[in-house]
């Protein structure tokens, strides 16, 4: 088979919207933890949002070492399951089981055991099971097709399932877990429940994509067996050295730190700042229901325009659309904060389809350059960037919420920490679109690509 014919077979949508329905199962895990880690820290266990946030901050420092050793994992894994699919199936049980554990810390715990209680379980979630499972699965949108139009689709399902589970979080966590009672007798219920939901919605994609088989992908790829599998250390000079998954790598720390802020203090927006906390929801369905409506179109926009100048437009039009949610948030009118967020989700939806592509075509590029497919290593970024970005994020919730004076245990706030609340929360909205313009500036790969293989 030609590498023409692997590229241009297709996917069945059946198998496409199965792989969709993992980032599902993600969301009940990694948005739950995002979200809620820190009020059920602060307004449940009674303890320090500096200290927590500090915790959550060393934890994505070996967070960030072991998304890589995973990428080479994956790469160095024979198996009859294929290279990442094992690992995606065998870690999903144990990121819906720690999620359930995260949220129920033992109250006869001393404070300072509590602390040591969060860092070891987020550690073993975010630096262990989780970065199995995510590398994996996003390693798998590489080897289970080559055709490129069937990798954006995947990646809008993707998006498409993780909004409907982001949506769900933030409508109903808050309400369902007064309704079990509150405080840790409410999060022992959510967090069961939602553990439950994890693992099934997890399991679903196992089914519905399988790896091509090893032979036909090197095929495909024109990759030599002996020439294209570095030692550990090569291939992390190799990375080093590869230019764009540094700039992606930079991409996903840009987008997710300010997702992890504004995760993280959006329950807190509403709060203390909107006044009520069900509006988190309502925030949240504006930010992502335009996003999913505009994502069928973003294939034909990166075939017509290119992947890296579509999604820098967009991002630049993005970051004028979150004007009028400076404005209304400064100003208290919600419905203008509403259409801000609507528009800047409808800017987001490019970069949210386009990026399991343009990773792609950087491990493209890695071969073309430098002799060496690194997919696993390559994808790791996406991992790397989510994890790290989202929990620096999070850490960065605590740091503020401490500066500002906030006290999770008082019945109100004072205006300061109000407004710091209200100024960290618009600017995490409006500087990651503004950053992510900039380096897809730079973000030449496909054009790159093009040349070098010219060049052959």
Known sequence: MSNQENQEKSLPLIRKIGYGVG??????????????????????????????????????????????????????????????????????????????????????????????????????????????????????????????KDRVQMGSYRFIFAAIAVLFLS???????????????????????????????????VFAVHELPEEELREAMGVDKKKDEPGFLQGVALLFKNKYFLLILALYLVKYMGSGLTSGLGVYFATYQLGNASLLGTLSLAGILPAAIALPFVPGLTAKFGMS????????????????????????????VLIGMALRAVASAPQTGAMNAIIAETDEYSHLKFGHRLTGMIYSCSSVGIKVGTGLGTALCGFILDMGGFDGMAETQTATAVATINWSYLLAVIVPMILAAVLFYFLKVEEDNKKLREMK
């Open 23 to 148: 980032d599902a199962g993600s969301n009940f895990c990694w948005t739950f933890v995002a979200s809620f880690i820190m009020i059920y820290c602060t307004n449940t266990l009674g303890i320090s949002a500096t200290v927590v946030g500090t915790l959550l901050m060393l934890s994505k420092v070996l967070d960030g070492i072991t998304d890589v050793f995973m990428g080479r994992i994956i790469d160095a894994t024979h198996s009859k399951m294929g290279k990442a699919r094992f690992w995606y199936f065998v870690s999903s049980f144990p990121v819906a089981i720690f999620t359930f554990i995260l949220f129920n810390v033992p109250g006869s715990f001393t404070e300072n055991t509590k602390y040591i209680f969060i860092f070891v379980v987020y550690t073993l979630i975010g630096a262990v099971f989780y970065t199995m499972n995510n590398i994996a699965y996003s390693t798998l949108t590489a080897l289970c097709t080559k055709n490129p």
């Open 171 to 205: 409508f109903v966590t808050s309400g369902l877990v007064e309704s079990f009672g509150g405080g840790q007798k409410g999060w022992t219920a959510v967090s069961l429940i939602y553990s439950i939901i994890c693992l099934v919605l997890l399991l679903v994609p």
């Open 309 to 336: 100048k579509t999604v820098m437009a967009a991002n630049l039009v993005g970051a004028l659309t979150c004007i009028p949610v400076v404005i209304g948030g400064l100003t208290g009118n919600f419905s203008l």
